[in-house]
């Protein structure tokens, strides 16, 4: 017999809530992942590595920034939109750098050599912030200065609810991108036919770089907006890597609807998993992921294109 | 459809017997069997003895990914599931009987290779990829939760010394045991699985996994029953692994899921990418360099992990399928042409 506050109305709404907020991050750490691997053919394992390198940046940034303002709008301008122009700006040139020679490569050729790269990464956020787990302080902490509302009887974190609504913006956003730009139609046929754009004469090379950036950018923008509310530690990169290609699997590889109703299927899994079946919550998500790949290999969307 | 990726030449049995390979390979087990008595150091014999651990798991991944053409990341599954069966048979059912206990393991390996052989038998490349992760993941995770009692969690479990045929070798000094007793048996079964897999792998069974790889449509096509066969190397493979699992918990004594989680796959594949994962060879060079280049790293940076990286980047880019045991072989022979020139 389950007791009655478990089944109880604001029980079940934290829970949702809490789902909805961990989609959100992992819509941030795999929607990059999908979009690489569909428009350009690289299955970047090192991908969700990323967002612990925006984590990490951004307890950085917080924790050295009280000096200069501790306006929660500057705090907020920081996560969303400096730290994941200056990874942009990190990420076009590891593109056109490290990137370049695997985009010639087979598939599991490029999963062994970004392998190397999550190993690389790993030892250069060691080597930048230690080993040990970091948090971002009090003072600048946006999580902790935005505290809660009451909503229907539950008290609900005004930060989270901020995370939420960017992830949404970003979705559609990207949505908007793919269908209404020039950019977004470019990318739209190079997933389809990547020499026949070329042959077009179009800069196949410049939307690459664009749209590998634009990947990373959000990863790490997920990150920063993760850390506030958690602490930063290697172990995420990893978490993440591994629940990235669950979610993208699941969704279908190349599928931004496959990444958003993936994101929330795991994360609705985790949220109620974690309060119903600790023990066994992570298992769901493999298992999940075992069945989809064994059922239906190309995923919930994966058969359709990028934003069909 | 098969990924290609390594290149073997046709080798025929009547090769297999060259004298001169027989030669060298007798001449290294026998310089292999002395070193311990010779230096009496226990680090080296120690390093030695792990490297012969992986050595037998890299080979044993190999079957999977140089044979029969498919990348699996999760053969952590399998070096895991051989060391817990080494600490559950001895600790829980009370066999202590070395090499029974090396059976038992191999043959639990072998069953959870016939499992998730069975389940991953219709995907290929990057689905094969994610669905042995995602099948050993599940693994990890019932060993770290304690699902079943049985693991401990990530506390781990220490394993005892075994007998061997009724004499107590548990009861002989720590230096003596490894240096005269345990480096010997990993080296006998490092020989032997050597052994084993050349023939297994010239065989008719082995050139079959070759074809698949190759072309698993036209394999199908004449008649070659390709998912059966497909399960087949992979319990072969999963049996391998899993020996080389239940030599090193011996070795090391203490067991944690760590050994189940899929950085520790992709440190099997590393290792047989580096040796060279197109020769038959290249996986023991490669588990020798691989730990090697470790020690060599640490003691000199705690960021072993980005060299590691880097190199594992650099091999890929570079030699790809030859690794550095097809590149020595390569080079060797280019100076054998030019001086066959002049």
């Known amino acids: 017999m389950i007791p009655e506050t478990l089944l109880g109305q604001p029980f079940v709404l934290g829970h949702t809530f809490n789902g909805l907020y961990f989609a959100a991050l992992l819509f941030f750490a795999s929607v990059g992942l999908t979009l690489v691997f569909g428009i350009l053919n690289l299955l970047n394992m090192a991908h969700a590595a990323f967002y612990g390198l925006g984590a990490y940046i951004a307890v950085w940034t917080l924790n050295n920034i009280g000096d200069i303002t501790t306006t929660m709008v500057a705090l907020l301008l920081v996560l969303v939109i400096v730290i994941p122009l200056a990874v942009f700006v990190l990420a076009a040139a590891l593109d056109k750098t490290v990137f370049a020679p695997l985009y010639e490569i087979e598939p599991v050729y490029q999963l062994l050599a970004t392998f190397g790269v999550i190993l690389m990464l790993d030892d250069i956020i060691k080597y930048l912030w230690g080993a040990t787990p970091i948090s971002v302080d009090a003072a600048t902490n946006p999580s902790r200065q935005l505290g809660t509302i009451d909503l229907l009887g539950s008290s609900v974190s005004v930060y989270r609810s901020f995370v939420i609504l960017i992830a949404v913006c970003c979705a559609v956003g990207l949505y908007l991108m793919f269908v209404k730009t020039k950019i977004g139609k470019i990318s739209q046929a190079m997933s389809e036919d990547y020499e026949m754009v070329q042959m077009l004469g179009i800069n196949v090379t410049r939307v690459r770089v664009l749209i590998f950036s634009l990947s990373i950018a959000i990863a790490a923008l997920g990150g920063a907006l993760f850390v506030p509310f958690a602490v930063a530690t290697p172990a995420v990169t990893l978490e993440y890597v591994l629940l990235s290609f669950a979610v993208i699997v699941i969704g279908g590889l190349g599928s931004l609807k496959g990444v958003v109703v993936a994101s929330l299927i795991i994360g609705m899994v985790r949220s109620f998993g974690i309060a119903y079946v600790p023990a066994i919550e992570l298992a769901i998500v493999f298992a999940l992921m075992v069945v989809v790949i064994i059922a239906k290999p190309e995923g919930l969307f994966g058969d359709e294109g990028v934003v069909e | ?342």
């Not at chain 2, 008595?37 to 079957?63: D, E, K, S």
């Not at chain 2, 069974?205 to 070659?224: D, P, S």
């Open chain 2, 1 to 342: 459809m098969s990924t290609r990726l390594p290149t073997f030449g046709n080798v025929g049995l009547a090769e297999t017997l060259q004298n001169r390979r027989l030669l060298a390979g007798i001449v290294v087990f026998v310089v292999l069997a002395l070193y311990p008595a010779m230096t009496l150091n226990a680090y080296h014999t120690r390093l030695l003895t792990w490297i012969m651990c992986f050595a037998i798991a890299a080979m044993g991944f190999n079957i999977v990914l140089g044979y029969t053409g498919l990348l699996s990341f999760g053969h952590a599954a399998f070096f895991g599931t051989g060391m817990y069966t080494v600490v559950l048979v001895m600790g829980r059912v009370g066999i202590t009987d070395l090499v029974a206990v090396m059976v038992i393991a191999m043959v639990v390996s072998g069953l959870v290779g016939a499992i998730i052989g069975v389940l991953t038998v219709k995907t290929h490349e990057i689905y094969f990829a994610l669905l042995t992760l995602a099948l050993a993941q599940l693994l990890y995770i019932l060993a770290v939760r304690d699902i079943g009692g049985l693991t401990r969690g990530t506390d781990g479990i220490g394993v005892t010394r075994p007998d061997f045929f009724g004499i107590p070798i548990s009861e002989l000094p720590a230096q003596i045991y490894l240096l005269g007793f345990y480096y010997h048996v990993v080296l006998v079964a490092l020989a032997a699985t050597i052994v084993l897999l050349w023939f297994v792998l010239r065989s008719p069974f082995g050139l079959t996994l070759k074809m698949i790889r190759e072309n698993e449509t036209r394999a199908e096509m004449t008649g070659v029953p390709v998912l059966r066969y497909r399960v087949y190397s992979m319990i072969l493979s999963a049996m391998v692994v899993g020996l080389g699992g239940a030599l090193y918990a011996v070795l090391i004594g203490h067991i944690t899921p760590e050994y189940l989680d899929w950085t520790m796959s992709g440190e099997i594949v590393f290792m047989a990418l580096l040796g060279g994962i197109g020769t038959f060879f290249g996986p023991v060079v490669g588990a020798g360099g691989f730990i090697l280049l470790q020690e060599l790293a640490l003691s000199y940076t705690e960021y072993w992990h980005f060299t590691m990286g880097l190199v594992l980047f650099i091999v890929v880019l570079t030699l790809r399928e030859n690794g550095i045991w097809g590149g020595a072989k390569t080079l060797v022979e280019r100076l054998n042409d030019r001086r066959g020139e002049q």
